[in-house]
């Protein structure tokens, strides 16, 4: 029986382009530069795929970086006034958890004032029970590793066969959630998609959950 439901927030429960779109466009207006040239750079899967710093290469690309410019552009990333809004799956999904009594818990990589940033844009505290910041313990605690995955098992008093865990990428999500024998769903969405990995159970929408845990 599913006592709780593990969810990766960025892609998985809003999408993370629009965090990112926000902060380009502020920077782009600030530094008077062409907002549509970053844009176009930006919405290029393979180019998400392939780097890894985000920021340095998108300034090298339309030739305006320098070390200075990329943490102003960091700075904006950590502390943007913004409203964001989860998926109207995540809030249908969400509130059909609530109403079961089925706890729920996210669990989430990145810079942990940024992460903090998103949780307030999206006002996500009232739809969950906890969130794990697995980059709190250091970076190398990040999903994959098993850490964040051990913490939320914890906070919700249950043991690994009678949770689910949904997210996006095969690699930090799927990977690191099946180390501990957690059952996975892969949510086909975002740039993510477009990674190759042999997933045991795909969803393409958050609704399809409700088949798993009945």
């Given amino acids: 029986m599913i006592k709780s439901v593990l969810f990766d927030l ?21 530094n008077e530069i062409n907002y549509s040239k970053i844009l176009e750079i930006f919405d290029d899967n393979n180019f998400r795929i392939r780097n890894k710093d985000l920021f340095s290469e998108v300034l090298k690309e339309i ?7 990329q943490n102003e552009l960091f700075e904006l990333y ?45 006002s996500l505290d009232k739809y969950v029970d906890f ?9 190398e605690y990040e999903k994959p590793h098993s850490y964040s995955f051990e913490k939320a098992l914890e906070l919700v008093n249950s043991k690994n066969n ?22 996975t769903l892969r949510f ?12 045991k159970l795909n969803i393409k929408s958050l609704i399809e959950l409700k088949k798993y845990i009945r």
Wanted: proline share 1%; charged share 30%; hydrophobic share 40%.
């Fill in 162 to 183: 009678e949770v689910i865990y949904i997210g996006d990428h095969p690699y930090t999500d799927i990977v690191g959630a099946e180390k501990l024998k957690i059952k």
């Fill in 131 to 139: 969130i794990v910041y697995a980059r709190e313990k250091g970076i």
């Fill in 78 to 122: 950590k502390s943007i006034d913004c409203s964001l809004k989860l998926y109207d799956d995540a809030i249908n999904i969400l509130g059909y958890l609530r109403r079961l009594n089925i706890k729920v818990v996210v669990i989430t990589n990145g810079v942990v004032e940024v992460q903090r940033n998103k949780v307030k844009s999206l």
């Fill in 10 to 30: 960025d892609n998985t429960l809003y999408d993370e382009d629009e965090y990112f779109k926000k902060v380009f466009k502020l920077f782009a207006l600030k």
């Fill in 188 to 199: 086909l969405n975002g740039y993510a998609s477009n990674i190759v990995y042999d997933s």
């Fill in 63 to 69: 030739n305006f970086y320098t070390e200075d410019r």
